[in-house]
């Protein structure tokens, strides 16, 4: 027998950690109408195998808690229950002794506020409202509800014509968003909890990239109704298709040269080829669509004379305005805005950087596509600042790599003070200081400046990319209800006061910034509540049979992801770094998925939704 051992793993406590890591991919796979009284059950029983028990309220409170909530998801509660279940979570809230137990009183109270309607469900009927609305995860969460089992299956058949026929059911821009979403549907596919998430994007950019010219359905009968929309961005777009689809007769006013809002003034083409672009947004225009561009509502022509001539309006006018730092010196020469820049690289404008010293400030995507572009424009040095860490930037994880590995240096902590220039106004330098990480507020830690000498970044374009404001003068003026400086208008997008109930608006203007297909999804939902205003019940279908679900064993399978160019050749050019799927690639990953719509939890409820 010796004295020491040299700890190692023993087979049990690796058996435990991959319990943890599979635990870990179930929690990940957790669709949305999972019941949500059962699982924060199932978090809180957890919680309470971690507690240090160095006090009553969280050692014995923990479980009285779980006790209540499993007598109420078994059908046995009262209302008076829930009185007791806040008084005992807020007790353990107040009087633990350590943040552990603390915290797990706050997940009762959280879920006693956010979804108290399904507690009282089970108190009152014995049932979950969770389990009736049950969704297949990917589905609920593509803003646009896109059939994507549907489409994935007749990718797998060999149909990517059929499988854009059944994307444009819901979504008039498969092209963009098969290179550009930002596939929320993805966080939540039930693949998870066997190995990844679905590359549900890079397949729709695979039955693109493969479908060839799919021709657009017909329109219906003409009304006679006619629809003004404002702003030519991916929403208004949107709502314009469906509308024409439905037979009325649509003008889409645009203030740029080009249509395509953020998609051709903000995304550079290296992300989404421009020609792609262009003909996506001519298959658009094929409907019949009138279109006219330099035209800015509220300058060329008023909203008034606008509301006078239309049966109806839908509001799309995105999120172009800059936002600034608010330091001193930004009004030096060679200080210059994200939305600024990018509306001048959308008309073909190019800067010129060659040899330059370029500073970007920010920390979100808009910040890295110009970063990236100003390394496409061949500056000499191109400096990205921001002034928390790299893991609460909010730009993508590989957009960030994409950047470094392109040769953008990163400089994270450091807050920009001023801006410095010479004699002649021309700005010189950014200063900054360095920041410490502080106490953790709202899920990230405050800053502080550190005891440091401040850095001087020397530049000759200072580039700020904080953030986007709305242009809303024009429309607040004409009566348009606007909240904290966006037009107020609700989930339906009818606005939020009655004034003007043919007037509906939505996408970033509403939401503020936020993504194509958001904007998509609000253009098709106002689509629908404009026919309805107008007296109508127009349906969108698609007459595309879906390929029967297999029995075939889902054995585990990494995903199949699409490369990129390699970065000292991509850096130098504007052509698209990312390559699509092969097709022994995407039948791969096609074969991967679960058909949710067919087996399972999540299996659709009452069929699929083959018209709206
Ligand atoms: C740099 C950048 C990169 C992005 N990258 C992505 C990405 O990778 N993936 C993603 O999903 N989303 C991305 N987004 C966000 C996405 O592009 C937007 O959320 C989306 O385009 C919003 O659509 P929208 O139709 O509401 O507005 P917009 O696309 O902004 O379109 C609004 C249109 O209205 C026009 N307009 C404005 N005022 C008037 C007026 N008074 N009269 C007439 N016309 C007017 C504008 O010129 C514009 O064309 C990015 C945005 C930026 C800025
Ligand atoms: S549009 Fe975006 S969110 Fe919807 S299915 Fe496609 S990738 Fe997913
Ligand atoms: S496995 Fe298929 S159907 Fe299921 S959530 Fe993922 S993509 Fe959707």
Same mark, same amino acid.
């Given at each position: 027998m010796s004295r020491l051992d040299i700890n190692t793993p023993d087979q049990a406590q690796m058996v435990v950690d991959q319990l943890y890591h599979d635990m870990e991919r179930r929690i990940v796979a957790s669709g949305p109408g999972l019941c949500p009284v059962d699982m924060s059950l199932n978090f809180l029983t957890l919680c309470h195998a971690q507690t240090c028990g160095k006090c009553a309220p969280c050692r014995i409170g923990l479980g009285q808690l779980a006790t209540l909530m499993r007598n109420i998801l078994d059908g046995k509660g009262k209302m008076e229950d829930l009185d007791v279940l806040e008084e005992t979570a807020q007790d353990i809230a107040d009087t633990a002794s350590c943040t552990i137990g603390i915290h797990a009183a706050r997940l009762v109270l959280s879920g006693l506020k956010g979804f108290r309607d399904d507690y009282i469900e089970h108190i009152t009927h014995n049932r979950c409202l969770g389990n009736m609305e049950q969704p297949v995860p990917c589905v609920a969460l593509c803003p646009a509800k896109v059939d994507i089992p549907g489409y994935i299956a007749l990718i797998r058949a060999g149909r990517s014509d059929d499988a854009v026929r059944l994307i444009r059911k819901d979504n008039p821009f498969p092209v963009a968003c098969g290179y550009v /979403?930002?596939?929320? %549907?993805?966080? @939540? /596919? @039930?693949r998870h909890m066997l190995d990844d998430p679905i590359n549900i994007r890079a397949l729709k950019r695979y039955a693109v990239d493969t479908a060839g010219d799919v021709p657009q359905p017909a329109c219906a009968e003409p009304t006679g109704k006619r629809i003004a929309v404002i702003g030519g961005g991916p929403g208004g777009l949107s709502c314009a298709y469906y509308l024409s689809l439905m037979g009325h007769s649509v003008t889409v006013y645009e203030k740029?040269?080009?249509?395509?809002g953020m998609l051709r003034y903000g995304i550079p083409s290296y992300r989404f080829p421009r020609e792609l672009l262009d003909r996506e947004i001519d298959s658009i225009l094929s409907l019949g669509i009138e279109v006219h561009t330099n035209c800015t509502i509220g300058e060329d022509i008023s909203f008034d004379e606008i509301h006078k001539n239309f049966d109806s309006i839908y509001i799309a006018i995105g999120a172009h305005n800059d936002k600034k730092a608010g330091i001193p010196g930004e009004e030096s020469k060679g200080v210059t805005s994200a939305v600024e820049l990018l509306r001048e690289i959308g008309d073909d404008n190019i800067p010129n950087y060659q040899g330059k010293n370029v500073v970007i400030i920010g920390g979100g995507n808009v910040a890295m596509d110009v970063t990236r572009s100003a390394i496409r424009f061949g500056a000499k040095r191109v400096t990205c600042v921001y002034r928390r860490r790299q893991v609460d930037m909010t730009a993508q994880a590989e957009e960030v790599e994409g950047a470094i590995a392109e040769g953008a240096v990163l400089m994270t902590m450091h807050s920009p003070v001023r801006i410095e220039s010479d004699e002649n106004g021309n700005v010189t330098a950014l200063i900054t200081q360095k920041q410490l990480t502080g106490e953790i507020k709202r899920n990230r830690p405050s800053l502080m400046p550190d005891e440091v000498e401040e850095t001087r970044i020397p530049a000759d374009v200072i580039v700020e990319a904080i953030g986007q404001g709305i242009d809303i003068n024009a429309f607040e003026v004409a009566g348009l209800p606007v909240y904290r400086g966006a037009i107020s208008a609700l989930s339906n997008s009818h606005l939020s006061s009655d004034s003007m109930d043919d007037v509906f608006a939505g996408g970033d203007c509403v939401s503020g910034p936020a993504s194509a297909i958001r904007a998509i999804a609000a253009g098709k939902v106002a689509a629908a509540n404009i026919d309805e205003y107008l007296g109508f019940n127009h349906e969108i279908t698609v007459d595309v049979d879906i390929p029967d679900a297999g029995l075939d064993d889902k054995t585990p399978h990494a995903r199949v992801n699409t490369t990129e160019r390699n970065a000292d050749e991509r850096k130098?050019?504007?052509? %698209?770094i990312e390559c699509g799927l092969t097709d022994k690639g995407a039948m791969a990953e096609a074969s991967r998925c679960l058909r949710c719509d067919h087996y399972g939890f999540g299996i659709f409820k009452g069929g699929r939704h083959s018209k709206w």
């Open positions: /979403c930002e596939h929320p %549907c993805e966080a @939540r /596919c @039930r740029q040269k080009h249509l395509g130098k050019d504007f052509i %698209c």
